[in-house]
Each structure stands twice: as structure tokens, then as C-alpha cells.
């Protein structure tokens, strides 16, 4: 019997025969959920709790449940075993038959193996084939029909009903057992997780308040926060969980899982019943999913290897729209809150931006990459959309990117280019109008949303320095992966998930009373490398790569204890009871090699100490470390007897320890691959041997090692041991050979199972048929040999990279099972050692098992662990004896430490090194004796003479040898500073990043100036650069900007005005240009007639104007008067205020603190103001600093200078003093000295000396290393040049002062050298002289000491001056500095209030704003109103002025006046013109020309209605036609004006419509307004509180105290005011201000009412003198008008304008007449000249004429002669010649008529006045006149 989590096993392992390692029961640790092996859970951070189960069957035992078995719930497994159903089920029905014919070593399982020939390809790459194949052939006869399962999913999808849920038992991962197995299925039963998979993105979600919810391994946990309770949901694929979420409205939460095309559950909440799963929709497991705003949909994408993007309509379980999200990792996928249309995707190297979109193929999704330019690709994990659709991503140097387009619009970072974060940006949020991001630094920073939102590019690196709200910094390690907000009323807590395994609760409301971060839970941080279980009690070891090792007690599910270390642990195993009885000591391995054993006790029972902590439930002490391996340690193991312990690693090394002499390690061995388990032999077998299992295929057998107790550890060079007998075996691959074994086995029954049915059928036709059958069947026989063809079978492979082992364990004396992984898993494999051979090789060698045992579901989930049952009792460790007094060990913390081997080489090495270094300074003695020998010889030879001296270079054995050192040691030098370059440069670059970071902000370093005498001191301040205060000023969000109104106000009044210039100016031009062209022409008498009289008419007007003003002006005086007449119980406004504010404020001492309290407007503060105030403070204490400063670095200077100066005169004093005898010597005063503080800015220079002491500090401090440490490099060169050059004579002054004592001493006194002469007696001159000389040396000597002593004192006095200067600015500096304190303190607090005071003040000023323009609307539309009475007033006046015109007209006594009034006063109706558009079509203008055609019908039929009543269109009899003219035309003027009437009544109507609008709008916005200013106000009072409880530091005095009690100060101040002097002393002061204002308040009271008597008094003799004078002005008008008259009419009655007017405009009229008359007179003038040339011309011609009738007369008589004398016929004259003659004559009379009428005319022009009537014409002329025409 068998039993095994997650799918029923098929096949067991079985032992063979005989096999004693089988009879003591092993157990394997199995699958606990489906797929995913627990090992694999527990990696993920899940600490589980395995139980294990026996083997009792024996060997022979069948297991008959091979026929039974659990479908998948894979649709693509589904479809696969459907294709495969008719061939499987032959074999199904014979698996008797297989049964009998399957070897002792396989199980009945195996008639899987015979499936079809289109599976076998798939068994050289695994075992998979097995399971599905198996699983198939039993239940084929279970499927559903393929049609009915169709026709279900068809209704399904159809419609799902809301009230419908899945059956969680039928869903979830159970445990299974055969049938004939005595093994219950609650043996393993989960109890509690320790685990929580904290690097999973959005691994912590809220159901509600309380409810936590995250995965772990194959369980999702739902955590009560409140309880601590834990309750589980498993996995339903068994292969884990992807990913979870939350319904936006905590009803449902969903469950995405892992695997093969794994499903997405969601499930109800609270009942936690599967309600929906959605199904396909990615391959192996789900990366994120996220609901919709309104919840209605589902985004889910995939992982690797497709990463599909789906959207779900998931109430229906249908997908909407699915595609590929990218060809790299998604990380995240969400909906755009405020557009649901628009979905953001992001990770590895992208974001992408999804719209849906509707085209002419239906719904789509459509992406769009962002482009990340200039900025460099980073991988995306937080993003936010915003509302306007622009995305804010992280990156992975910290700093945001707001995307606009699919574009970088602008990259954030904070101040001086710091990035946000330090590190990557894991979530940001938008919360409350604020954003916030979450990094892996461990902060979260708080954003203002607007100053994000409305971020642009300022300049070309496309960075915008912002800076946050606030900040929180969880703690250090903390890398905060995402958060979720807990919705409890007035509280703003969040959980957040801490990726190096821990939950945090955070308060991010950032008052006052923010609470600090709790720490919630602690867990491991990624995959659990060990864990170990106590042999005594319920306790739990496990330790991890986060470098943590934590105990877990799990009987009451509790952590309790956990240490942590510099490296991950990698194998940990508990100590057994033969080597620690109280089994308190576990023994840890770690990554970089260290073995360290930890102790386990009870605190409880340690001494207790006073001061000591909160003692603890557990604790865990180091009591031993040592560091046996350079790699990671992978595998412990104890001896079976507890005396040696075996250590392994992936540095291909085991090592060996002696336990009871502490872990004296013995030696190592060496193997051929890393290890990855040890396992000693039990106590079964005889002798104690070690089973090593490589990775890499190799199993090495290793006995017990020897100890050598007599060898002393210091002699030994190496821990390797090297004559150990070890067996070897190589794993050579033998799947193959078993699957081609199992294809022949299958074959060879599929052969025999033909060959019966074929009898069979042979015989049944052959007793049917006889010998047709007989036929019938060879034929059918025949054809299925040409069918069949048999395929090859499969090859034998072997994988190119050996298999790895994952586990082991002892069978029995040289024999082992072992579990593979990838091609060799699917098997457990019973192996045997070879003999020993020392002269094999192990690489060489392959080695085959010797059984196998088949192990079900076990070809991707391979056996990853086996142990042994294990007793265990629950009791906690108690601490030994002395345990507290013991010294803890000094750890290994430094992962380059040597190891034990390393150790021991180094030691040798050193050792080695040590003898040489001795023979090298043996062989430096003798050089150095043959050097002093050479120096002699050049000392004896500088003695001998000069010709006898050798030369230099004739010591030279050979010259070559010295070039060739010089030369080696030139090139020496040359490659040391190559081989240094880098070095150098680094340092360099060290050095001045260094500079930069600390030197250059600087403004000054710390001088600490000496006195000389005495030992005061003054330091100045280490000062640096101005702070951002002192630079930044920000603008006040008080202050009100100007609103659209008043800029509209300005713009408008300012248009209004260019354009009236403007029209003026163009009138003006206008009015010029006319000007102008009449100024070329001269005026003429007549124009000069009218400018007289419009001139004489204006000034009467404006006389009369004046006249009248004047009036008005009086009579406004007169009652601007008689309004400021007080009346008799009026009161001065200014004494009802000043009594108001008395009455208020009288006596009130409102303070601040007050609930009541209202702040003035100018004392409202905000964060800009407060800055400008600290930045001012700065900026003072900052100039203070400096200024004193420079004080003290020019005192520095006058020491430098003064010291200088003593120099000299020191210097001097000792040139006299040289003359001087000793007895006589003044004590030469000591030269100050100048310290290293003083001059700070030395510790930058260096000569060499200085470095040449700093190598030798720094070889000293080499050589006091121990020498286990390992020699990481020597110090930087930075150090030794913060040291001070010195001189030889320790002098530190400078250069300058040295050349100064120098030429100082050069002009001090000459002294006479005296020359060694022989001595002579002086001569009393000389001792004259000499006499002189020393009283000048005595005096110069003590002037030289008193200038010294002055010099010095004169330094100290003004040291002690400044010191008191600069105490008392310290004092102001301090209190500075608490000022400081207290400004930031209001800063933070106020920039907390400021984002919801700009709100309220934004809100103030809009409504503000909005009442200002609202009420400049209704001053326009009053002021329009005003115009339009006006316009309205005009029209009737001119409406009056018509009918007076008209009644002026027609005159009196008109018996027409009637009619005519009638005919004015009719109403008709009019036509109005429209204008027809160019672009209106046809229809519209037919449709326009009818309705215009109707109109006229209608009112001509009107017209004839009323025509018959009179006709207005024809002017009766006799009446006058010019005045029936002029009644028309008023009429036209009265219809036009009545019609602007109406126009402008309308207009005035709806002006007052939208007065009554404006009026109650501006109602509506004042009554808002005085909310939003209260609320404002009460914003502002709470503000003032919060900034009252801030606390203020006041240092006080003893006498500043004035509040006693009995004399004494009392120790409650509470209730005391502080203030200040000046303050206290401006209340005194108004103490006696209020008096005297008291008095003179009494004074003026008293002067006041005699005053008031005295006006009473004036007032009544003025009515007096009024009287009379009114009626002096009444007896003046009636003596001069003889009754009184009205004084303004008369002013005013000056002129009428009216007929001022009709005078010039009869004048101009008369003008123009007269100038008209002028040019017809010119005309007349003209044609008259014209006619006087033509009757000239004719007269010519009429003399002419006359002449030729006389001639004609002379020839006619000549003629008459000349005939009568020839014959009588010819005698009368012609009929012709009379007619020509009369009209000859006719003419000459008329033109005589015309000269005479000309004659009169001309002497007629001549005279004034003169008329000229045209002239008379004849009748023959009329009738001429068409003849010449």
C-alpha cells in the first residue's frame, strides 16, 4: 500500500529480497499538493511541516488499484487522451495477463507502458507519457461523450446565474490514497505557515481591515491582524499561485494560478466559495491581474513564455480582448481609473499603453510603446495614470517619468540632481490629492500631485527638480515592494510589504502624533536552504540566504528567536542528543565557508541583572566559529556515535572534525564534484562510513578517519589527508535501456496478444467456415503482414551533462539508493560500490545501479529529500551553568578570511617567508659593516694630503656597475610609478571627490586662535555655504493674484479709451486735413460773416452755460450743505468707532491660544512665509558668522605678523646681546609659537618629510597586524597629507616670515668682528667708545624685551576683547539656532496645512473673483440701462419736436389740420428690407419672395379697407401740396422713431431681466463666499492651534522671572506668560500712555462743549443776518423789476438757441444763394460776350452784304441800261430780287432792336440792384430757331 499527495501514485518503490535497510522503514517526502514537491514550497518561503509515512508492505504484495484513477482537469490533456481512447482500451482489458508477465522489480502499473506509437517519441525527453497514458486507459469508459460535454459548455457560456458557485472540495489539491492502503488522509494535516513569499509582486492585499490575504508556496493565507489567526485556501493546480487580487469593493478577490494553461479563480467574500473561473488564458502561470475601477472587468496577463494580455468579462467567464502584452516580462497590467477604455502594462525594459478601440473589424486592443529617447532604457515596476492621461513611471536609478503621448515629457529628481529614490521605484499612488511612491530604499515620499501634473521641461537635460511634502524612512535594510491603505476612520494606516521578508504597518498622516513604523511579521526573504527539527522538543530551525537563522516553535505557532550574520546560511542541521544532551545546539553552514554552532536557551533562567531588557521567550548565543571551506557549505553530518563531524562544499572538499576536543579538525579529502549531501552508516551496519553524493553524478564511500593524537597540530603543514581508501561511484545514465527494455516487453505482449485473438478468430471460422474459413483467414492473414510494419526502437541516449543527484541514503553495507533529477528523475536507483582501487581513475569510471524502482508523478517533480523517523518530546533547553559569564567568540565576519587550510599555508608561508627575511637581514649586517669599512677609507683618505688623495671615482672596482644601478633603479623608479598610476589616479580622483564633497561647501574652516601669555583661546565658525532658505523665495500663496475681473477692468477701460483716441484721433486727422486745405484758399466776407456769428452765438452759450453751472454748482453746494447739517442726536462717526473698537477690545487679552481667536490677515502665515523668515535668519546668523569670522582671521594675521615681528626683534636682541658680556644679558623672551589650529588650511601641503614619516606609521602599524588577518592594502595617501609640515627646528612659521627674520637680521646692528690680533691694552678713546656702545646695547636690549612684552600684551588684549565679542555671539548663535529650530518645526507643520489653505484660498479667490465680475456686470448693465432711458428719452423728445414742427407747420386756422393729423398719426404697417444671403439656395428665396408677396397683398388689402375711410395717399383740394409732402415725411420719421422706441424698450426690459439675474447670482456667490472665507478662517484658527502646541525653547534667567510665590519661584510654570523685555516694557509704557490719553480725552470733552455753546450762539445770530439780507435782496428786485423774479431764468434766459440757429443757417443760406447768383452772373456775362461777338461778326458781314447790293444795285442799273437799250421784255424787276430784299431789310431791323436792348441792358448792370430779365425774342426768331437747330 501507497500513499501520496496530490495524484494517486501508480507505481511504488518495493525493496528486493533480503534488503535490511527496507525492513527498518524509510520515508520519502512526498508531494503535499499537486505537482509542486514541498521542498520547491518551501524555497518560496513556506516553512511546512512534513510528516512522513512507512513503508510496511512487503516485496510480494500486489497493489491492485491500478485500474482506478483521477482525470485532469488540463483541456489540452483532455483532448490528448480523447485521440488516444480506442487504441488504449485493448490493453485495458487484458491487464491480467501483463500483471503475471511484469518482473519482480516493476509493478502492475506498467501496462501504461503499452500506449500508442505516436506517444514513444516523447519518451527519450521524459516520462510524462507514463502518467497521461496510464490515467487515460482506465478511464475511457468514464469520459463524457465529446457532443453532451460541447452542448454543456455551450449552455454554460451562455448564461451563468449570479446566484451560482463551484465546489471548493472539487477544486482544490486533495491527498489521495489507494484503495487497499491503511493510510488515512488527514495523516498530514497543515496546521500553520511560517511562510510568506515576500518578493512576489502585490503579495499582500486587505479584504478588510483586519484580513490580510498572500500566498505562500500552494496556500493562500488569510491572516487576522487583529488575532493573529490564520486560514488557508490551497491551490487548484497544486502548482502554485501566480498572482492574487482584490475587487475594488472587497466582495471578491481572485486567484491566479501556475501550471499547464492554469485557470483564474475568483472567489466570494466572506464565504470564500469559488464563484467564477476563467479559463486559457496563458500556459504556465499568471505575472498580475487587476479589476477595473467599476469592477465589471478583469486584466490578467501571462509570464513567461507568451505574456498574454487578456481583458475578461468575468462575471461571464468569457474573455473580451486578448493579444501579446510584449516579448520580454510583464510585470504589471492596470485599468486607467478615469477611462477604463485605457489600460498601462510595464516591465522588463517598457511600458506600453493600451487603448480599446473599436474598428472595421470589431473591438481591439491597440499598444503603444513608450519611447524612452534620450533617457536610458530601465525596467518599469511602479506606474500611476493621472487623470488628464498621462502616466508617472519609476526607474531604476530612482527618479520619475511622467509620460505624455507615449513620450518622456520630463524626468523628475529632487534637489542638486539626488534621484527620488535610491534605488528602483516599486509602487506609486495617488492618495487624498497627493502622490505616493514607495522605493526599495525602505522610503516612502509624499508628492505634490499639481506640481507633477504641471512639470515641463525647463531646460535640455529634461530634468525638473522637485522636492517631496514629506518623507517616512521605515528602517534600515527595508525594501518596501508595495503598499495597501487600511480604511479606518481618522486614521491613515497602510500595510506595506517589506521584500526582505517582513510586513510593516506605517503611519503616513505626518502630524505630531504620527506613530513610528510597527513591525507586524517576520519571515525568510526568498528560498529556505535548511531546515532542521529539535530531537526533544516542538522546536524548528531554518535558516536562508537572507542571512538569518530563526527557531519556530510550531506546537504554538510562534517565532522565537533569530540572529542574523553577515552571510546566508546554507545547511543547517540540530545537534545530536550523544554530543549536546539538552539538544540546545545546532551547527550552521554558510556561503562563504563558515560553520558556526549556535546555542539554544531559555533566558528565564539567566541571573537577572538590574537594567537588564525584556527578557525574551528564546535566545540564541555563538558559541563556537570556524571556517573549514571557501565555498559554500552544503552539507553537515554527525557520526553516528557523535565523534566526528563531516562538513561539505561546493569547494569539492570534505572536511573532518573531532567533536569532543571542540572541533579539532582532523583533515579533508578532496572530491570530484561539489557536494551536495553527507550521510554516515547507521548503527546496522559494522563499520562507521561516510556516503558522499555529488552533484555532478559522482557517490563516494569514506571511512572512518584516523585520529592522530600524538601528532602537536603546529607541525603539521596541511590538513589533507591523502592515504584514505575511498570507493567511487560514477552514475552512469540507464533510462534509456530501461525504456527500450519496456517498448520490447510491450511489443513482445502486443505480439502475443495478436497471435491469441488470431487463433481464436482462426478457430471460430474454421468451425464456422471449414475450409473456406480456412481461406478467408490466410488471406486476412496475409494482408495484415503487408500492413504492419514494425518501427525501430528507441535509441539508446545518454545526456551530455550528467544528471544531478538530489538525494540518498544507506541500503545496507555498501549499497545506496539515490534520487536524480532532470533526464534520470522518475526513478529511485539501488547502487553498489566497486572494490576499491586506489589506481583508478574516478573520471574515468561509469558505473550502472543494480535495481530501479519506477516512482509515479515523479518526472518533473523528482524526490528532492529523504529521512527517518525520528522521535521527539516537547521541552525547552535550559541555559548551563555559567553560560552568562562565558565570553562570546569572536565571529568571522569578513567573507575573505582565510579557512582552516588556508590558515595553516599562510602559517607556513609566513613561516617560510619569516627564515628568509632572517637570511636577508644576516646579509644586510654585512653590507652595512662593509659600508662603515668604505666609509673609513674615504675618511682616511679626505685626511691625507691633497696630492695624495685618491680620486672618487678610483674606489670604483668597475664604473659600469654603478651606471647599471643607476640605470636599474632609474627604470625601477620608472615602472613603480607605472604600476602606481592607477593607483595614483584613483586616489587623486579620491582626494578631490573628497574635496568636493567636504572641503569645497566650506566657506571657512574652524581658526582656533592662542593667546601668548595666557591660556585663552577663540575659535571661529565652521561655516558653510548659505543654506536654500537664505536663496529660495518662494511666492506667497496668501497673496491674491489678480483676477480676470480687474485685468479685464484695466484692458477694457484702457481699450475703450484707444478707441475713442482713436476715433478722435481719425476725426482730428480728418478735421486737419480739411483744415489744411482751407488755410490755401483765403475766406471771403461772407464766411467771415458766419464764423462772426457762430462765434457771437457760442460765447452767448457758453455764457449762458457757465450761467447755469454755476447755478447747479450753487445749488449743489447748498445741499452738500444742508446733508452735512448734523442733526440734533447725530454723533462723529469716528467716536461711534473708536467707541465700537473700545467697547471690543477694552480689557479683552485674547491670546492665541484661545478657541475664539481670529487671526488678522496681515499675521497669517504660511510655508513661503515662514521660509522667507528662516531664510532671513540664516542669512543674519550666517553675516554674524562671517563677520566674525573675518575678525578672528585678521587677529590671526596680527599673531602671525606679531610672532614675525618677535622674530626679528628676538634675532636682533641676540646680535646685541653678542656684544654684550653674559653677566649683563637681558632673559631673551621666548618666540610664541603658531599652532597647527591656527592655520588650518596647512594640512593640504606636504613635502617629503612628511610622507617619509607617514610610510613609517604606516609600515609600524602593518607590523602590529596580526598575521590571521589577511593584508587588505595599505591606508590612502590622504591621510598623511592632513599632517603639518614641520621644520627641523619645529618651527612652523612660514617661508615668508623665515626671509623676513633673515633680511630683518641683515639690518640689524653692525658688530665689529674683532680679528684675532694680539692683544693690546685699549687707549682711553677706545674705551670711550667702548663705554658708549654698551650703555646703547643696554638700552636697545631692554627697548627690544619692553617691545616684545608690548607686542604680546597688546595681542592678548585684543584676543580677550574679541573672546567677549564672540561669547556673547555665541550666546545670540544658540538662541539663533533654537529660533531655527523652531522655524523648521512650523515649516513642516505648516506645509502640511498649506496644500488643503491653498485649496480653501484658491476657492476664496475664484468666488471673490467671481462676485467682482459678477458685479461689474451689473454696473455695465445699469450703466446700459442708463444709456438706453436715455436713448429712449432723446426719441421722444424728437417725437415732440416733430409734432411741434408739424403743428408749427400747418399753422393755425388750417382747415386741413384734421386730415393732415390724421395722416400723420396713421399707423400702417411697413415692409422690413431683408438681405438675402449670396450662398441660400433657390428654394429658401422663392419660399422668401412668396412670403414677401403675401405681406404686400395683405397690406394693400388693408390699405383699400382703410382707403375707404379717406386716402391718405392723394392730397385733397386746395390743400397745400408741399405741406401734404412734409405730413408724409414726418409720418415716415414718427413710424421710425416709435420703432426704435419699441427696439429700445425691448432692450430695456431684458437688461432688467438680467439685473434680477446677476442680483440674485451675486446673492448666491456672497452668501458661498462668506462660507468659504469662514471656513477659511476656521482653517486658519486650527492651523494656529497645531502651531501653538509646537514647543518653544526660552532660555531665562533667574531675575527674568518675575512670577513668585511667597517669595519663591514656584515649580509649576504652566500658567506663566512669557514676554518679552521690550515687549513688557511697551504694556508699562501703556499703562501711562492710556492715562494720559484718559486726561486729555477729559480735556477735550470740556473744550468741546464750550465750543458746542459758542456754535449755538453763531448759529443763532447768523439766522439774524440771513433775515436781513433776504429781504434787502427782495426791496432790490422790486425797486429795480418791480416784483420779484426768479434770478437763475433771467441768468439763464440769455440766448435762443434755436433761432440763433435758423439766423445762421438763413445767413449761410442767403450766402449761397448769393454765390449762386454770382456764377449765373458770370455765365450771363459770358454769353453776352459771346453774343456781342457773334452780332459783330454779323454786322461785318451785313456790311459786307450791303456793299454787294450796292454793287449789285450798280450793275442791276447798268444792266437796266444796257437792256432797255436792247429790248423792252426785259424791263421789270425779278420776283427774287424783291423777296431778298425785304428780308434783308427785315434783318438789319432786328439786329438794330438787339444792339438797343443790349445798350439798355449794360447801363441797367451797371447801376446796384440791377435785375436782368431775359431777353425778348421776336416771333420770327421762334420760329428760326428750329431752323437753326
Known sequence: MSWKAGRRPRMRPTARPGSASLEEGWRCLGNWSKRRPPVEAVKRGAAAVSSTFEEMKEPDDQDTDGEKSVTSNSDGKKSLRSSKSESRSPVQEDNTFLEDATDETFTEGEESYLEEDSDEERLEGSLSSFQYDDLQSTTVSQQTPAPAVEEAEEEVKKKISESFFYDYMELASMPFVTLDSDIPLDLLTLVHSFGYDCRKRANLQLLDNSIAVYIAGNQLIFLNLKTKEQTYLRSSSGEGIGVIGVHPHKTYFTVAEKGSFPDIIIYEYPSLRPYRILRDGTEKGYAYVNFNYSGTLLASVGSNPDYTLTIWNWKEEQPILRTKAFSQEVFKVTFNPDNEEQLTTSGSGHIKFWEMAFTFTGLKLQGSLGRFGKTTTTDIEGYMELPDGKVLSGSEWGNMLLWEGGLIKVELCRGTSKSCHNGPINQIMLDEGEVITVGSDGCVRIWDFETIDTADIIDETGLLEIEPINELQVDKNVNLFSMTKMSEA??????????????????????????????????????????????????????????????????????????????????????????????????????????????????????????????????????????????????????????????????????????????????????????????????SHLESTLLIICENGYILEAPLPTINLEEDDHDVVSYEIKDMCIKCFHFSSVKSKILRSIEIEKRERQR????????????????????????????????????????????????????????????????????????????????????????????????????????????????????????IKAKLPSPRFGIETEPIPEDIEDPKAYSIENARRKREHDKLMKEVEEIKARKREQIKALRIKFCKLLEMNEELPKHMQFKRTDFDVDSKIRAEMHRKTAFKIQQVEKELAWEKEKHELG??????????????????????????????????????????????????????????????????????????????????????????????????????????????????????????????????????????????????????????????????????????????????????????????????????????????????????????????????????????????????????????????????????????????????????????????????????????????????????????????????????????????????????????????????????????????????????????????????????????????????????????????????????????????????????????????EQEKALYAGFQTAVGENNKFANFLMKVLKKKIKRVKKKEVEGDADEDEESEESSEEESSLESDEDESESEDEVFDDSICPTNCDVALFELTLQLREKRLDIEEALVEEKKVVDNLKKEYDTLSKKVKIVATNLNAAEEALEAYQREKQQRLNELLVVIP??????????????????????????????????????????????????????????????????????????????????????????????????SVNTTLEELKIRKLRKELANAKEMKMWEEKIAQMRWELMMKTKEHTRKLYQMNDLCIEKKKLDSRLNTLQNQQGNAFQGLREADVVAREEVTELIQLQAERISALKEEIALLRRKGGLILPPIQSPQEKEMQPVDL
Open 490 to 683: 481618522g486614521n491613515n494606516f497602510w500595510l506595506a510589504q517589506d521584500a526582505n521578508g517582513a510586513i510593516w504597518k506605517l503611519d503616513l498622516s505626518f502630524s505630531n502624533i504620527t506613530q513610528d513604523p510597527e513591525f507586524l511579521f517576520s519571515f525568510h526573504s526568498g528560498a529556505v536552504e535548511a531546515v532542521a527539527v529539535s530531537p526533544l522538543t516542538y522546536l524548528m530551525a531554518t535558516t536562508a540566504l537572507d542571512c538569518s537563522v530563526r527557531i519556530y516553535d510550531f506546537a504554538s505557532k510562534t517565532l522565537l528567536a533569530q540572529m542574523k550574520f553577515k552571510q546566508g546560511g546554507t545547511a543547517l542541521v540540530w545537534v545530536p542528543r550523544m554530543v549536546n544532551f539538552t539538544g540546545a545546539e545546532i551547527i550552521v553552514g554558510f556561503e562563504d565557508g563558515v560553520v558556526r554552532i549556535l546555542e539554544l536557551y531559555d533566558p528565564k533562567g539567566l541571573t537577572v541583572f538590574v537594567g537588564r531588557k525584556k527578557i525574551s521567550d528564546a535566545d540564541i548565543r555563538l558559541k563556537q566559529v570556524f571556517k573549514p571551506h571557501t565555498a559554500c557549505v552544503t552539507a553537515l553530518a554527525y557520526e553516528r556515535d557523535g565523534e566526528i563531524l563531516a562538513t561539505g562544499s561546493k569547494d569539492q572538499t570534505v572536511f573532518f572534525f573531532e567533536v569532543e576536543m571542540d572541533y579539532k579538525p582532523i583533515g579533508y579529502i578532496n572530491t570530484p564534484g561539489p557536494v551536495c549531501q553527507l550521510m554516515w552508516s547507521p548503527m
Open 752 to 871: 502475443k496478444l495478436k497471435e491469441k485473438i488470431r487463433e481464436e478468430r482462426r478457430n471460430k471460422l474454421a468451425a464456422e467456415m471449414g475450409e473456406d474459413g480456412e481461406k478467408e483467414f490466410q488471406e486476412e492473414e496475409e494482408e495484415e503482414e503487408e500492413e504492419e510494419e514494425e518501427e525501430p526502437l528507441p535509441e539508446i541516449f545518454i545526456p551530455s551533462t550528467p544528471s544531478p543527484i538530489l538525494c540518498g541514503f544507506y541500503s545496507e553495507p555498501g549499497k545506496f539508493w539515490v534520487s536524480l533529477g532532470d533526464y534520470d528523475s522518475g526513478f529511485l536507483y539501488h547502487c553498489e560500490f566497486p572494490p576499491c582501487d586506489e589506481s583508478r581513475d574516478f573520471k574515468e569510471q561509469k558505473d550502472e545501479p543494480i535495481d530501479v524502482r519506477y516512482l509515479e508523478d515523479t518526472e518533473d517533480n523528482p524526490i528532492q529529500t529523504i529521512t527517518f523517523k525520528k522521535d
Open 991 to 1436: 582626494l578631490m571627490k573628497l574635496k568636493n564633497r567636504f572641503r569645497d561647501p566650506l566657506e571657512s574652516d574652524t581658526i582656533v586662535v592662542h593667546a601668548i601669555l595666557s591660556d585663552h583661546k577663540i575659535s571661529s565658525y565652521r561655516l558653510v555655504q548659505p543654506s536654500k532658505y537664505s536663496k529660495f523665495k518662494r511666492a506667497s500663496q496668501s497673496e491674491r493674484k489678480p483676477s480676470k475681473l480687474d485685468r479685464f477692468e484695466k484692458e477694457g477701460t484702457g481699450r475703450k479709451d484707444s478707441q475713442r483716441d482713436a476715433g478722435g484721433s481719425i476725426a482730428i486727422q480728418e478735421e486737419s486735413i480739411i483744415e489744411k486745405g482751407k488755410k490755401f484758399r483765403p475766406k471771403t466776407l461772407s464766411e467771415i460773416m458766419v464764423e462772426n456769428q457762430i462765434e457771437k452765438t457760442r460765447k452767448l452759450i457758453l455764457k449762458a452755460e457757465r450761467a447755469q453751472l454755476k447755478i447747479q454748482q450753487r445749488k449743489k453746494e447748498w445741499e452738500e450743505l444742508y446733508k452735512s447739517k448734523p442733526g440734533d442726536d447725530y454723533e462723529d462717526p469716528k467716536d461711534l468707532q473708536a467707541i465700537k473698537e473700545a467697547q471690543e477690545y477694552m480689557g479683552d487679552f485674547n491670546l492665541k491660544t484661545a478657541p475664539d481667536y481670529k487671526i488678522p490677515e496681515h499675521m497669517r502665515i504660511n510655508a513661503a512665509k515662514k521660509e522667507e523668515e528662516l531664510g532671513h535668519l540664516d542669512s543674519l546668523v550666517h553675516g554674524n558668522k562671517r563677520y566674525m569670522n573675518k575678525c578672528i582671521l585678521s587677529l590671526r594675521d596680527l599673531k602671525v605678523a606679531v610672532v614675525e615681528e618677535i622674530q626679528c626683534l628676538v634675532q636682533e636682541l641676540k646680535n646685541i646681546q653678542s656684544a654684550l658680556h653674559v653677566s649683563k644679558h637681558i632673559p631673551i623672551p621666548q618666540i610664541p609659537q603658531i599652532h597647527p589650529e591656527e592655520v588650518p588650511e596647512k594640512r593640504f601641503q606636504y613635502d617629503e618629510e612628511t610622507l617619509l614619516n607617514f610610510k613609517q606609521q604606516h609600515m609600524k602599524s602593518d607590523d602590529e597586524k596580526s598575521p590571521r588577518v589577511e593584508q587588505t592594502g595599505s591606508e590612502g595617501p590622504g591621510g598623511g597629507f592632513l599632517k603639518l609640515s614641520s621644520g627641523k627646528d619645529g618651527d612652523l612659521t612660514t617661508r615668508d616670515s623665515m626671509s623676513r627674520s633673515s633680511k630683518a637680521s641683515t639690518f640689524s646692528l653692525d658688530i665689529p668682528k674683532y680679528m684675532e690680533f694680539e692683544k693690546a691694552e685699549p687707549t682711553d678713546m677706545e674705551l670711550e667708545i667702548m663705554k658708549r656702545d654698551e650703555i646703547k646695547h643696554m638700552y636697545m636690549q631692554q627697548y627690544l624685551v619692553n617691545r616684545v612684552k608690548e607686542l604680546i600684551v597688546t595681542f592678548d588684549a585684543e584676543l580677550r576683547l574679541l573672546r567677549h565679542q564672540k561669547l556673547k555671539l555665541d550666546t545670540q548663535m544658540k538662541l539663533s539656532d533654537l529660533h531655527h529650530v523652531t522655524l523648521f518645526q512650523e515649516i513642516l507643520l505648516l506645509k502640511n496645512f498649506e496644500k488643503q489653505e491653498n485649496i480653501l484660498q484658491e476657492r476664496v479667490n475664484s468666488l471673490d473673483k467671481e462676485e467682482q465680475y459678477m458685479q461689474w456686470k451689473i454696473n455695465e448693465t445699469l450703466k446700459e440701462m442708463e444709456e438706453k432711458k436715455n436713448e429712449i428719452t432723446k426719441l421722444q
Open 1596 to 1693: 531665562l534667567k533667574l531675575h527674568q522671572i518675575e512670577y513668585v510665590v511667597f517669595g519663591e519661584i514656584p515649580s509649576d510654570l504652566s500658567g506663566t506668560l512669557v514676554f518679552s523685555n521690550h515687549a513688557l516694557k511697551r504694556l508699562q509704557e501703556r499703562i501711562h500712555e492710556l492715562q494720559e490719553e484718559n486726561s486729555k480725552q477729559q480735556k477735550l470733552n470740556k473744550e468741546w462743549r464750550e465750543r458746542r455753546k459758542q456754535l449755538i450762539r453763531e448759529k443763532r445770530e447768523m439766522t439774524k443776518t440771513i433775515h436781513k439780507m433776504e429781504e434787502t435782496v427782495r426791496q432790490l428786485m422790486i425797486s429795480k423789476f418791480g416784483r420779484v423774479v426768479n434770478l437763475e431764468a433771467l441768468q439763464t434766459l
